[in-house]
């Protein structure tokens, strides 16, 4: 039977990733201490995290996905600062394609974030992406020096 990814069939099965998500929030909010001992588990979590946040696909899993990180987010800026980028990157686009700003997955999205957030080395981290972004988008013309 032929991979039904590369076909380009996408098989709705939320119910799945909501269970998978669920398995792992639990996982990761009992045993925490096994993130230290073993980095690539923690690369890991991470990856199936994001995919979740990345789906656009239904709001639970989005919100138990966002919900995984939330009792690990000062072990996770402090063993891989340089994913925090990319999780903060992929909650921004989340929220800037909600259908409905009431749905489920925003409250644990939002708490994520402020947890996030809340740590200076992270304020610090999208600071400086955000400087890298902006001297890219003038040296190309798409913006245009901001008057003093």
Known sequence: MP?????GIKVPCWEAKHGG???LRYFVSIRYDLFS???DLLDTTIEMVLFALNENADDDV???AASTLIPITDKLVKLKLDL??????????GLTDLKDDLSASI?????????LCSN????ERVKQ????????LLKIGLMEKPSD
């Open 3 to 7: 991979d039904l990814n590369e076909l």
């Open 21 to 23: 998500m669920l398995g």
């Open 37 to 39: 001992q073993h980095p």
């Open 62 to 64: 989005q919100s138990v």
């Open 84 to 93: 925090v980028l990319e999780i903060v990157k992929v909650i921004w686009h």
């Open 107 to 115: 409250g644990s999205v939002m708490d994520l974030l402020a947890k």
């Open 120 to 123: 200076q080395a992270v304020l």
């Open 129 to 136: 992406h955000s400087l890298k972004l902006m001297m890219i």
